[in-house]
C-alpha cells in the first residue's frame, strides 16, 4: 500500500492508453479516497507490468 507499513503486497498495472475523467469526477473520487500516499520509492527488485505491446511498423 501506499501508507505505513507501506506493504509489498501490491500490484501496480500501468497501461497504455489512458482512461478520461472529468474535473468533476475526478473531484468525487478524491472526496472518497482521502490522501492516501508516499512519496515515489526505489523499486527494490520489483517488476513493472504493462500492456504497452512493441511493435514494428514497416512502409
Given at each position: 500500500?501506499?501508507?505505513p507499513p507501506c506493504s509489498e503486497g501490491v500490484k501496480w498495472i500501468v497501461f497504455s492508453s489512458p482512461i478520461e475523467f472529468s474535473a468533476?469526477?475526478?473531484?468525487?473520487f478524491?472526496?472518497?479516497i482521502k490522501?492516501?500516499?508516499r512519496?515515489?520509492?526505489a523499486l527494490n527488485g520489483r517488476a513493472i507490468a504493462?500492456?504497452?505491446i512493441e511493435e514494428t511498423v514497416t512502409q
Open positions: 500500500m501506499t501508507t468533476a469526477q475526478i473531484g468525487k478524491k472526496e472518497l490522501p492516501n500516499n512519496p515515489t520509492q504493462s500492456d504497452l
